[in-house]
């Protein structure tokens, strides 16, 4: 076993050093929305009043899905506040980063050869995936660390505060382990992190599901390492088991993953891959029909994900209606009826689904960094096909299947509220709003496009508008944005059911000028530079 796991120190400082700027970003990150999100909900709601009619709202299917399981509901105290509003979104969010760096530093590293290289030198054949897991040890600590800090900086209760922060670096563990075990599943990066994505998105949904099936949560919200945070009642009634559950489960994961990359030749993966034909059909002979081909997994993946969420949606738009006569007076009249406040909820569905579409968009871009690396670009080009066919088929796939699987997921979401509630124009509303959000698309793949044609290394900063419209979108009343700040989100010019005033018709405009500027100077930088570029 020592020989097995030789070379593990040197693979985690390597691993460090590659992510020495990544990794600052995500914990500083992490710490501002928590400390700044915290400070804006104490100022928001200040009184006991205030934060009462707070929890009446996130006692409702839809703020308990969004949310958490509601405990300290009838006390409804910041630090309850921060628990039950803030712990999924950040969760998630780490979550990802967690799958993604796992992913990176184990299949990345042998897609990419560098595995094999130094496994050529004395480096044992554990040693990847042990690095990767002292790294993840190393960023838990980190978030732990910061999250508990931010909760110290709300004057919340020490003990508490620390368990807050470990409920959400346990989660690096549990998902980083997920990472790891995929990586030995799948013969590619991409396919392993959209696996770990499916896991992520099945847990999410399932500890949704089960805390609204009963209040606190019911059996099946156990099922899922999410709900195992939440349960650790954190500012309620503070227990820490749940927590050495999620330690377990990551411990039995990452034992499961080292097991089986003894089973599997290096570069191979055990999930069973079909055998491709010899001569690619006529339809697949262009970069178009290539970049689908290439991409149809993740699409699918992405689709049923949407799909599910627009379900999750639509069954709870009757529980929305019948939960507004329990709001406050004050609240009815904010809401402007039963009706509207679903509008407000449907409004609300197109959003979040609108934001996800945008990260697909930005990940279908983004594929031409890999296509580059992987020396498919160099081949491509080496043929009849012109840089600026090869680039704009890429732009093209991004924003069709991100449009497509936005207009999808709408017709679901009304078909499925249309089926439950009655709601006015329902299918006309949302297609209407569905349309209004196709610049945003327009543009999201044009600023992807644009950071890879000046640098493959740039790409990473498509990503950057994308958690902008997110914050706003999710977070934006809750940390009391600028007017001036809010309006750079092309999401905030789209119609909405809930509002009688029309789309704004001048900034979907210049939104869709800036995307079209933005590929025109993505164009332009893409023909003067070296392909393959360092």
Not at 138 to 154: C, P, Y
Not at 159 to 171: C, R
Not at 343 to 366: E, F, H, P, W
Not at 468 to 477: Q, W
Request: with cysteine; glycine share 8%; hydrophobic share 55%.
């Amino acid at each position: 076993m020592t020989r097995e796991l030789q070379g593990t120190g040197t693979l985690l400082r390597l691993a460090l050093k590659r992510d020495r700027i990544r990794l600052p970003i995500w914990v500083v990150a992490i710490g501002f929305l928590l400390a700044g999100g915290g400070q804006e909900l104490a100022q928001v709601f200040s009184s006991a009043e205030e934060r009462q009619v707070r929890a009446t709202i996130m006692s409702q299917p839809s703020g308990v899905f969004m949310g958490g399981p509601g405990y300290g509901l009838d006390n409804y105290t910041v630090g309850a506040m921060m628990a039950n509003e803030y712990t999924l979104f950040i969760v998630v969010a780490v979550a990802i980063m967690a799958l993604q760096t796992a992913v990176r530093h184990t299949r990345g590293e042998e897609s990419a050869g560098r595995i094999e290289l130094l496994r050529s030198t004395r480096v044992g054949r554990h040693a990847a995936p042990a690095a990767a897991t002292l790294m993840l040890i190393v960023i838990a600590a980190l978030i732990a660390l910061v999250s508990a800090g931010s909760m110290f900086t709300l004057d919340l209760p020490a003990q508490d505060s620390w368990a807050f922060g470990a409920g959400i670096g346990v989660q690096v563990l549990v998902f980083g382990a997920v990472g790891l075990l995929c990586a030995q599943l799948s013969s590619s990066p991409r396919s392993a992190v959209g696996l770990g994505l499916a896991v992520l998105g099945v847990a999410v949904v399932v500890r949704g599901v089960g805390d609204i099936m009963e209040p606190r949560g019911s059996w099946l919200s156990w099922f899922s390492p999410i709900a195992w945070s939440m349960q650790t009642r954190a500012f309620v009634d503070l227990r820490w088991w749940p927590l050495v559950l999620a330690v377990g489960l990551a411990l039995l994961i990452t034992l499961a993953a080292m097991t089986l990359q003894s089973r599997r030749d290096l570069d191979a993966g055990l999930l069973p891959q079909r055998s491709g034909r010899a001569h690619a059909a006529g339809h697949l002979r262009g970069p178009l029909s290539l970049g689908f081909r290439l991409t149809r997994t993740s699409n699918l993946t992405w689709l049923i994900a949407l799909i599910l969420l627009a379900v999750t949606y639509g069954s709870l738009a009757p529980a929305m209606r019948d939960s507004f006569a329990d709001l406050p007076a004050a609240y009815q009249t904010l809401l402007g009826g039963s009706d509207q406040a679903v509008q407000g909820y449907l409004d609300l569905a197109m959003t979040t689904m609108a934001c996800g579409t945008a990260a697909l968009a930005v990940a279908l871009a983004s594929r031409l960094r890999g296509e580059e690396t992987d020396a498919r670009t160099e081949l491509t080009l080496s043929l009849p096909i012109a840089r600026l066919r090869w680039l704009l088929s890429w732009w093209v796939l991004s924003f069709v299947i991100s449009a497509v699987v936005l207009l999808l997921s709408t017709l679901v979401l009304a078909a499925i509220t249309d089926a439950v509630i009655s709601v006015a124009a329902i299918y006309s509303g949302l297609l209407l709003a569905w349309a209004t959000y196709l610049p945003a698309l327009a543009l999201f793949s044009s600023i992807a496009v644009l950071f890879y044609a000046l640098s493959p290394r740039f790409t990473v900063l498509a990503w950057v508008p994308v958690l902008f419209v997110l914050v706003v979108a999710i977070m934006g009343s809750l940390l009391n944005l600028p007017m001036w700040l809010a309006n750079l989100s092309p999401f905030q010019h789209v119609a909405h059911l809930a509002s009688d005033s029309p789309a704004d018709v001048a900034a979907l405009t210049l939104v869709s000028s800036a995307a079209l500027v933005a590929t025109a100077l993505a164009v332009a930088a893409f023909r003067h530079r070296d392909i393959p570029t360092d």
